[in-house]
């Protein structure tokens, strides 16, 4: 199989499974507890910690984990509910778990405002500048588009945001980290929220990067852990995989040769011809390429391509059950175009050679679509 959805999740690299399996059978003992084997898992903790901290440029008091990025989405927009007459600023282009929060939001009397996509996919600056005012607590755009790779340039929108209010400025960060560089001073945010299993580390492992002296209150209560942030017994097992992904993940990150794929594909759907590229023109992070083949039901070409061992997405995995696809609707696309519309998300250990088969591949079964074979 040559899998081609790690925009959906990833296959935890072998290292991370074994450390895993470690972490399961000798290192399971509760990190709060008092006796030295539960002391060395808190300290194994902390070293986890110090790794993200360093990946993001920022402090390891500063990463508070969560189970994962949707909670630490979650968690940033209930920064909204703290201004009780301050509305809340999030883009047409964020994941559901930034969009449904906003809505939830929303159906208990917050102010939502949203900021509309430009055809390249990245969000339109232009128009967040009219939508915040000295009203607005939070703002919350994503850094890179699940959907198309897009990158959002966070840092000039975030300087432009706290140059006209006091908003809390948050950022989904899940397909960013690691996969372009990302320097949390540079981007200048309060908030940023990360996901293991997008890296090669298990399912259920997150994190909110929650700016020092910031004040955020808990989204959940109990035992304190997490300096009384998140509580909840921590997932060690998962904290340390994921660790140990992003060191993994660096280590095979090699991004001319992402750029190098990213460009082939793109060129291989050009001469298949009838196939619009959403988001090619902004800055991508190279791992994503979303295409709307036209002609085609995209469900079915995916089923067709498992049949011949490749594995693609359609859209994010947590709008594929939908119908509608709100990010490519908004930045232009018609129907027609969404339900051709397939996403090939790469990892960094994917070579050429994979990639030129699975082209082949998708290129027949679109050819048979179409009824020219
Ligand atoms: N944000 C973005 C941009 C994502 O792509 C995803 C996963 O698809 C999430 C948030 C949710 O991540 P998790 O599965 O860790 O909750």
Same mark, same amino acid.
Request: with cysteine; charged share 25%.
């Given at each position: 199989?040559?899998?081609?959805?790690?925009?959906?999740?990833?296959?935890?690299?072998?290292?991370?499974?074994?450390?895993?399996?470690?972490?399961?059978?000798?290192?399971?003992?509760?990190?709060?507890?008092?006796?030295?084997?539960?002391?060395?898992?808190?300290?194994?903790?902390?070293?986890?910690?110090?790794?993200?901290?360093?990946?993001?440029?920022?402090?390891?008091?500063?990463?508070?984990?969560?189970?994962?990025?949707?909670?630490? !989405?979650?968690?940033?927009?209930?920064?909204?509910? $703290?201004? @009780?007459?301050?509305? +809340?600023?999030? &883009?047409? /282009?964020?994941? =559901?778990?930034?969009?449904?929060?906003?809505?939830?939001?929303?159906?208990?009397?917050?102010?939502?405002?949203?900021?509309?996509?430009?055809?390249?996919?990245?969000?339109?600056?232009?128009?967040?500048?009219?939508?915040?005012?000295?009203?607005?607590?939070?703002?919350?755009?994503?850094?890179?588009?699940?959907?198309?790779?897009?990158?959002? !340039?966070?840092?000039?929108?975030?300087?432009?945001? $706290?140059? @006209?209010?006091?908003? +809390?400025?948050? &950022?989904? /960060?899940?397909? =960013?980290?690691?996969?372009?560089?990302?320097?949390?001073?540079?981007?200048?945010?309060?908030?940023?929220?990360?996901?293991?299993?997008?890296?090669?580390?298990?399912?259920?492992?997150?994190?909110?990067?929650?700016?020092?002296?910031?004040?955020?209150?808990?989204?959940?209560?109990?035992?304190?852990?997490?300096?009384?942030?998140?509580?909840?017994?921590?997932?060690?097992?998962?904290?340390?995989?994921?660790? @140990?992904?992003?060191?993994?993940?660096?280590?095979?990150?090699?991004?001319?040769?992402?750029?190098?794929?990213?460009?082939?594909?793109?060129?291989?759907?050009?001469?298949?011809?009838?196939?619009?590229?959403?988001?090619?023109?902004?800055?991508?992070?190279?791992?994503?390429?979303?295409?709307?083949?036209?002609?085609?039901?995209?469900?079915?070409?995916?089923?067709?391509?498992?049949?011949?061992?490749?594995?693609?997405?359609?859209?994010?995995?947590?709008?594929?059950?939908?119908?509608?696809?709100?990010?490519?609707?908004?930045?232009?696309?018609?129907?027609?175009?969404?339900?051709?519309?397939?996403?090939?998300?790469?990892?960094?250990?994917?070579?050429?050679?994979?990639?030129?088969?699975?082209?082949?591949?998708?290129?027949?079964?679109?050819?048979?679509?179409?009824?020219?074979?």
């Amino acid at each position: 199989m040559i899998y081609l959805d790690n925009a959906g999740t990833t296959k935890p690299f072998d290292e991370v499974i074994k450390l895993c399996n470690d972490m399961l059978s000798e290192y399971f003992f509760n990190p709060s507890a008092t006796y030295p084997s539960a002391v060395k898992v808190a300290e194994m903790i902390n070293l986890a910690r110090a790794t993200i901290a360093k990946e993001l440029h920022c402090l390891p008091e500063e990463i508070y984990f969560t189970s994962c990025a949707t909670e630490a !989405d979650n968690w940033a927009l209930e920064y909204g509910r $703290k201004l @009780k007459n301050g509305n +809340v600023v999030i &883009s047409a /282009g964020e994941h =559901a778990a930034i969009y449904e929060a906003a809505m939830r939001l929303k159906s208990k009397g917050v102010e939502i405002r949203i900021a509309a996509l430009n055809k390249d996919g990245t969000v339109n600056i232009k128009d967040i500048e009219r939508l915040v005012d000295k009203n607005t607590a939070l703002v919350s755009i994503i850094h890179c588009s699940n959907e198309t790779g897009v990158v959002n !340039d966070i840092s000039t929108i975030s300087q432009m945001v $706290k140059s @006209k209010s006091n908003a +809390v400025f948050h &950022s989904d /960060g899940v397909q =960013a980290f690691c996969k372009i560089p990302v320097n949390i001073n540079d981007l200048a945010v309060d908030l940023y929220s990360l996901s293991g299993h997008k890296i090669g580390a298990p399912k259920g492992i997150g994190a909110l990067y929650v700016k020092r002296n910031r004040h955020i209150n808990p989204l959940i209560v109990g035992g304190g852990q997490e300096r009384g942030l998140r509580s909840g017994t921590e997932n060690t097992a998962g904290i340390v995989a994921f660790a @140990k992904a992003v060191e993994i993940f660096n280590k095979y990150c090699d991004r001319e040769k992402m750029a190098q794929i990213r460009n082939y594909i793109i060129t291989r759907f050009r001469n298949i011809g009838n196939v619009l590229i959403n988001g090619e023109e902004g800055r991508n992070s190279y791992f994503i390429v979303s295409a709307s083949v036209l002609g085609i039901k995209a469900e079915v070409l995916q089923n067709m391509l498992y049949q011949d061992g490749v594995i693609i997405g359609l859209g994010s995995a947590c709008s594929a059950k939908s119908s509608e696809n709100r990010v490519l609707s908004n930045l232009g696309r018609s129907k027609k175009e969404i339900e051709g519309n397939i996403r090939l998300s790469l990892s960094p250990t994917i070579s050429m050679e994979e990639i030129a088969v699975a082209m082949e591949k998708i290129e027949k079964n679109i050819n048979v679509l179409r009824g020219k074979i």
